[in-house]
């Protein structure tokens, strides 16, 4: 994980580096979030850019604009890259997982493409699980939390969630069905 956060910062880095080049930043900058027009000719920009100049495929360029609108908190946007990325490779396993954060009230089919396209990814398992418990389908919260807790047991930066993940198992266990509750007794 800790290389695709370097990955993303950098990729971000390098997304400002080029504004700075075509001379778009500043006006970038201050220009509302709303004008859709103008963004819209910046990411054009930027597309031809990194396609010429990377090598990258556009579903690779699109998941990572999807990415860098993503920590921007332009969710929108992020979604729309992710699902042209999608839509150009649907084996794009990180954008399935971000749709999937980003529709968090019916992430079921975003979470089941992601593990589809990388079983050894685990997040998607982890809230897929949480989605499960939340909805009262009690068995198939434990199949996916016991699935992500076997997958994610040697990634040092997963041991947080493998914790909680094992909470909400034991409490599943236990005959606790609330998700409410469940929450309180893990401390959320």
């Not at 997982?97 to 050894?120: D, R, T, V």
Request: charge should be positive; glycine fraction near 2%.
């Amino acid at each position: 994980m800790c290389k695709k956060r370097l990955f993303v910062f950098c990729f971000a880095a390098s997304l400002a580096c080029l504004l700075l080049e075509l001379g778009s930043l500043p006006s970038f900058a201050q220009t509302p979030a709303a004008d859709e027009n103008y963004l819209d000719r910046i990411d054009r920009s930027i597309i031809q850019k990194l396609k010429a100049e990377s090598g990258k495929d556009e579903a690779q360029i699109y998941q990572e604009l999807g990415l860098v609108y993503f920590q921007q908190e332009d969710f929108d946007r992020s979604f729309m890259y992710f699902n042209k990325a999608v839509a150009l490779n649907p084996r794009a396993w990180w954008a399935w997982y971000y749709m999937g954060l980003l529709n968090m009230k019916e992430p079921e089919k975003y979470f089941k493409k992601a593990i589809q396209a990388n079983p050894s990814f685990a997040p998607p398992y982890y809230w897929l699980a949480r989605y499960y418990c939340k909805k009262k389908n009690i068995r198939e919260s434990r199949k996916f939390f016991e699935d992500y807790i076997k997958i994610a047991k040697n990634d040092p930066e997963e041991t947080p969630r493998i914790r909680t993940a094992e909470r909400f198992v034991e409490l599943l266990k236990s005959g606790e069905t609330d998700y409410r509750q469940i929450l309180k007794k893990i401390n959320f």
